[in-house]
Structure formats: C-alpha cells, structure tokens
C-alpha cells in the first residue's frame, strides 16, 4: 500500500510539473504607440519615439495672440443662436518626444438678421524648445441652434483653418472665416 501511494505521488507530481513550468514570468506588455487623437478629424498622430533626455533643451516662452474673425450667413431662416469655437494647438520637440499645447476660446455670435459675426481671441504664452520648427494649426466650429432648447442644430467645421509656424514672441495672427449655415 506505502508503495501504491508513493507512485501516486510522483505520478501527480510528474503530470503537474509541466503545467507549472509552464507559468513563466509575464514579459513585460509592449507599450503601444505614443501619440495624440485629433478631435476635429479623428486622425491619430504619431510621435516618434525620444532618442535621449530632451533636458538639454532650454525651453523659451512665445507669447502673442490669434485672432479668429467668422462672419456666419445664416440660410437656415429657424435658427437663432450661433455660438463659435476657435483652437490652437502646438507640438513642440515631436522628434524627442514632444509635448502638446492647445488653446480654446468660445463666443457667441453677435448681429440681426441673417447675419452673424464671431470675434474670437486667444492670447497664448508657450514655453517652447523647438519653436523654429514648431508649427501651431488653427481650427474653427460654428453651431447654430434653436431657442433654449439647441435644437434643431446645425453644425460647420474646418480643420486646419490655418496651419504655420509659430510666430516670433508678442506677434499677432489674423484670421478670417466665412460659414454658412
């Protein structure tokens, strides 16, 4: 019977043991892809991967404003309210990793009629490393829409409106936009 047993044993013993063997140490997950999802085109935006500590960089602080002029036509007769939206982004040192800055400003159209006019401002201060190379895009939205309620409502886009290299500091960049809607 001791006998019995003991083959017992090492029989489970020699089944379990590659099945235990077989647990190896999780290798460590890959890290995917480094990058940033566009909102207004839904394109995805890869960054290459940093070669070594960008600390080395001195960083220096851009400042100046964009103007975004959109004057809205409206042939929609029902709607009421216009309300635009105007962004700035800016990648700075995407060749070693790179940061994002993105600027905002949202206003309500003003005007009678089937006219609106949006002046939208967006002053900025970007602490930069690679501002000869950096490039800021600009991108608008106008919504148009009912009564208290916002709908129906209607919607124009465009992205970029404007792309080009970030200005010397205390520049401004005007812009224009028509939209009809």
Known sequence: MKITKLLLICMCCVIVAPAVWGQAANSPASRGILGYLDP???AFRPIPPAAEESSDLAATTFTGTITV???V???STSLTNVICTADTTVADAVTTGGRFFTETN???GTGTGSTRTCKLSIPYAWSLT???SDSMTTSYSVVGSVGTTGLPQRTSSLSPLDT???PASGATTALTA???L
């Open 69 to 71: 002029t959109i004057t």
């Open 130 to 132: 690679t501002q000869s």
């Open 73 to 75: 036509t409206l042939k």
């Open 164 to 166: 080009r290299k970030v």
């Open 106 to 108: 949202t206003v309500a």
């Open 178 to 180: 028509s939209v009809t």
């Open 40 to 42: 207004h085109t839904g």
